[in-house]
């Protein structure tokens, strides 16, 4: 079983920046792919970004690429999204998600374990 907790979610103005954590608990972090993806009012869930289990390889929406960048600390078992250039576009609840078998990327219901989630809302 693992938890996942987010933060750092806020308001904040187009162009401006935000880091994400999400913090899971247990010994077992440095085993789940860790996944972002996001929801805004209305719109599907949609994928954001992956990270793997080492930190060595990313994945990300073509929609965020170039702006966001994921990393991890297994040592602190926590995730981070960082978010550059936000756009209102980006505004949305913001969910990580832990995928033991590492190999879901993109497709959310590959993702064992969520957190509740962190609201981003960007201003224009």
């Known amino acids: 079983q693992v938890q996942l907790v987010e933060s750092g979610g806020g308001l904040v103005q187009a162009g401006e920046s935000l880091r994400l954590s999400c913090a899971a608990s247990?010994?077992?972090?440095?085993?789940?792919?860790m996944g972002w993806f996001r929801q805004a009012p209305g719109k599907e869930r949609e994928f954001v970004s992956m990270?793997?289990?080492?930190?060595?390889?990313?994945y990300y929406a073509d929609s965020v690429k170039g702006r966001f960048t994921a990393s991890r600390d297994n040592a602190k078992n926590t995730a981070y999204l960082q978010m550059y250039s936000l756009k209102p576009e980006d505004t949305a609840v913001y969910y990580c998600?832990?995928?033991?078998?590492?190999?879901?990327?993109?497709?959310?219901?590959?993702?064992?374990?969520w957190g509740q989630g962190t609201q981003v809302t960007v201003s224009s």
């Open positions: 998600a832990a995928d033991r078998d590492g190999s879901s990327r993109s497709r959310a219901e590959g993702y064992e374990y």
């Open positions: 247990g010994r077992t972090f440095s085993t789940y792919a």
């Open positions: 990270i793997n289990r080492s930190g060595g390889a990313t």
